[in-house]
């Protein structure tokens, strides 16, 4: 049961967009639209900041957004600032055994 | 508001049992299924088990399966984890997390139970 592949870091400066990359396959983030991303800040529960792959709960800002293109979903953070440094990780529905899977997670760094 | 307190966590030696719990608030526990999400000291999160709204299906990842057992209590709106011959890999912060969806949509969590396997 492998984790969903995210790169290990990403880093920018304050005021630019990013975006976070998450690759699956077939039987997980290619074959249905439910992926969501976690915020993660240290020693604190993941937060949820988008689900079924392009949603946003209610409260969090319109600067996360998610995206999909065959079996790699996205997250971008737009007019990033210093409360976005965090980990964040990806999670997708998968179709075998087993029944949801989660991103090896990255680590935003504000410069 | 709506809560989820994780307890039952602690030290214990490898080979032995113990049960978590999560106890839910402020919404209608029967209406979501349920996760419980562990995370390594320093790793990235990994999905253990999930059970439906009213406890008739219950999924396992292979790490646990067979080891860890999963059930709910809707009239007292909790949910538990039995984990059985346990290993010091299994050293963790476990979460609880709900979920509206019958697919995959943890949407809030717990603040997390801490589970240290050593002798």
């Known amino acids: 049961q492998s984790a969903l592949t995210q790169p290990a870091s990403v880093s920018g400066s304050p005021g630019q967009s990013i975006t976070i990359s998450c690759t699956g396959t077939?039987?997980?983030?290619?074959?249905?639209?439910?992926v969501s991303w976690y915020q993660q800040h240290p020693g604190k529960a993941p937060k949820l900041m988008i689900f079924?792959?392009?949603y946003r709960p209610s409260g969090i800002s319109s600067r996360f957004s998610g995206s999909k293109s065959g079996n790699t979903a996205s997250l971008t953070i737009a007019g990033l600032q210093a409360e976005d440094e965090a980990d964040y990780y990806c999670?997708?529905?998968?179709?075998?055994?087993?029944?949801?899977?989660f991103g090896t997670g990255t680590t935003v760094t504000v410069l | 508001q709506v809560q989820l307190l994780e307890s039952g966590g602690g030290v214990v030696q490898p080979g032995t049992s113990l049960r978590l719990s999560c106890a839910a608030s402020?919404?209608?526990?029967?209406?979501?299924?349920m996760h419980w999400v562990r995370q390594a000291p320093g790793k990235g999160l990994e999905w253990l088990s999930t059970?439906?709204?009213?406890?008739?299906?219950?999924f396992y990842a292979d790490s646990v399966k067979g080891r860890f057992s999963v059930s709910r209590d809707n009239s007292e709106n909790t949910m538990s984890l039995e984990m059985n011959s346990l290993r010091p890999d299994d050293t963790a912060m476990y979460y609880c997390?709900?979920?509206?969806?019958?697919?995959?949509?943890?949407?809030?969590w717990g603040q997390g139970i801490l589970v240290t396997v050593s002798s």
């Open positions: 997390a709900r979920d509206p969806s019958l697919e995959w949509l943890p949407d809030v």
């Open positions: 402020g919404f209608t526990f029967s209406n979501f299924g």
């Open positions: 059970i439906w709204y009213d406890g008739s299906k219950k």
């Open positions: 077939r039987s997980d983030v290619g074959g249905f639209n439910f």
């Open positions: 079924d792959v392009t």
């Open positions: 999670s997708s529905y998968r179709n075998s055994s087993s029944l949801g899977v």
